[in-house]
């Protein structure tokens, strides 16, 4: 029997003071000790140190056997960041195998185990042409054919694929990320207003009478910085932002 969010979130509310009890250091952030991350019905467990996940991953065993819960060991994923080509023995679960990955999707986010956004804009990009073939196919079966029509579907779906996460990773986007997303807006303008294809992007925009993704990518990352800006000093978000701004002027 699976659990809604609400009703797993009441049976594992105590983990986190079950895992606090054990000692567990966990993940510094701006001086904060970070155990674990909780949304919906996803558990992140943090360790600085092999031994430390090992037992955190004994400690949940016996924490969910007390609650009668089970893990489903084929979602759950090791991802390990490291800086050196070190080779680390297996992680159990429940005497199963836990698979390492180079990187995890995390509420729809792709985070790579060597903490750059490469791998992820590179899905997003992906999404994009997906999204912008499988719209003109459904066009063509429900034989729509009006511009504006079209223009408000791709900018109410696969603008969103695109930019999906762009708060996080707006500011670390290169040039050349953003003229691969500029084809996909191309090729769709290109494509429905039967323009050529060596026609300049900025006249295309115009001509369509749309706005450059990345400007609104950019909008995104200055409306979420904003919103960042207003809320507690102890909250999570603004300690991440103000730890990596830290970070940029030590650098």
């Given at each position: 029997?699976?659990?809604?969010?609400?009703?797993?979130?009441?049976?594992?509310?105590?983990?986190?003071g079950?895992?606090?009890?054990?000692?567990?250091?966990?993940?510094?952030?701006?001086?904060?000790?970070?155990?674990?991350?909780?949304?919906?019905?996803?558990?992140?467990?943090?360790?600085?140190?092999?031994?430390?996940?090992?037992?955190?991953?004994?400690?949940?065993?016996?924490?969910?056997?007390?609650?009668?819960?089970?893990?489903?060991?084929?979602?759950?994923?090791?991802?390990?960041?490291?800086?050196?080509?070190?080779?680390?023995?297996?992680?159990?679960?429940?005497?199963?195998?836990?698979?390492e990955?180079?990187s995890?999707?995390?509420?729809g986010?792709?985070?790579?185990?060597?903490?750059?956004?490469?791998?992820n804009?590179?899905?997003?990009?992906?999404?994009?042409w997906?999204?912008?073939?499988?719209?003109?196919?459904?066009?063509?079966?429900?034989?729509?054919?009006?511009w504006?029509?079209?223009?408000?579907?791709?900018?109410?779906?696969?603008?969103?694929?695109?930019?999906?996460?762009g708060?996080?990773?707006?500011?670390?986007?290169?040039?050349?990320?953003?003229?691969?997303?500029?084809?996909?807006?191309?090729?769709?303008?290109?494509?429905?207003?039967?323009?050529?294809?060596?026609?300049?992007?900025?006249?295309?925009?115009?001509?369509?009478?749309?706005?450059?993704?990345?400007?609104?990518?950019?909008?995104?990352?200055?409306?979420?910085?904003?919103?960042?800006?207003n809320?507690?000093d102890?909250?999570?978000?603004?300690?991440?932002?103000?730890?990596?701004?830290?970070?940029?002027?030590?650098?």
């Amino acid at each position: 029997m699976s659990l809604s969010p609400t009703v797993f979130g009441i049976y594992i509310d105590k983990l986190e003071g079950y895992l606090e009890e054990a000692g567990f250091d966990g993940t510094i952030l701006a001086g904060i000790v970070i155990i674990l991350l909780l949304y919906a019905d996803d558990i992140v467990l943090l360790a600085r140190y092999p031994f430390d996940l090992d037992k955190q991953l004994r400690l949940l065993k016996n924490f969910y056997s007390t609650m009668a819960m089970t893990v489903n060991t084929d979602k759950t994923k090791v991802m390990i960041i490291k800086s050196k080509k070190d080779t680390y023995a297996n992680f159990m679960y429940d005497n199963n195998n836990l698979e390492e990955v180079y990187s995890y999707k995390y509420l729809g986010i792709d985070i790579h185990h060597k903490l750059n956004w490469n791998h992820n804009i590179e899905k997003r990009i992906n999404g994009g042409w997906k999204d912008d073939f499988g719209l003109e196919n459904n066009c063509k079966i429900e034989n729509l054919v009006m511009w504006d029509k079209k223009k408000f579907l791709f900018e109410n779906l696969a603008t969103p694929v695109i930019l999906y996460g762009g708060e996080v990773w707006g500011c670390n986007i290169s040039r050349e990320s953003w003229r691969k997303i500029d084809k996909i807006h191309k090729r769709f303008i290109t494509y429905n207003l039967k323009i050529k294809n060596n026609t300049p992007y900025p006249i295309l925009l115009i001509e369509a009478g749309l706005s450059p993704i990345e400007s609104l990518g950019m909008l995104r990352f200055l409306l979420y910085k904003h919103k960042l800006s207003n809320i507690d000093d102890h909250r999570l978000p603004k300690l991440a932002l103000n730890s990596y701004q830290n970070h940029l002027r030590l650098n």
